[in-house]
């Protein structure tokens, strides 16, 4: 879900900043964000990024999680967002 939520409402991702900055700006209207880890990732045919985050508090990670379906991985919350060929970042 979280991965659709991004890709409907930004343009394509085109390196490692865009992709953070629209992270962030989603993950604002339910709390602070407190980390970020961005790694590429090819998944099937396509490019893709692993994406694992911590929000500041409990409370914004739950809804986080309950709103935008993610998986928890220990104290971090993961997901996968597809990049298109436009991506100037570094590739796995």
Same mark, same amino acid.
Do not use: Y
């Given at each position: 879900?979280?991965?659709?939520k991004l890709?409907?409402?930004?343009?394509?991702?085109?390196?490692?900043?865009?992709?953070?900055?629209?992270? $962030?700006q989603?993950? *604002?209207?339910?709390?602070?964000?407190?980390?970020?880890?961005? @790694?590429?990732?090819?998944r099937?045919? =396509?490019?893709?990024?692993?994406?694992?985050l911590?929000?500041?508090?409990?409370g914004a990670? $739950?809804?986080?999680? *309950?709103?935008?379906?993610?998986?928890?991985?220990?104290?971090? @919350?993961?997901?996968?967002?597809s990049? =298109?060929?436009?991506?100037?970042?570094p590739?796995?």
């Amino acid at each position: 879900m979280m991965n659709a939520k991004l890709t409907r409402r930004f343009p394509p991702f085109a390196d490692e900043q865009s992709l953070r900055s629209a992270i $962030a700006q989603v993950c *604002s209207e339910f709390g602070k964000l407190s980390r970020l880890d961005i @790694l590429p990732a090819t998944r099937g045919s =396509g490019l893709q990024c692993a994406c694992f985050l911590q929000m500041e508090t409990a409370g914004a990670t $739950a809804k986080l999680k *309950s709103k935008l379906l993610m998986i928890h991985f220990g104290n971090e @919350l993961g997901f996968f967002v597809s990049v =298109g060929e436009e991506w100037r970042g570094p590739r796995m």
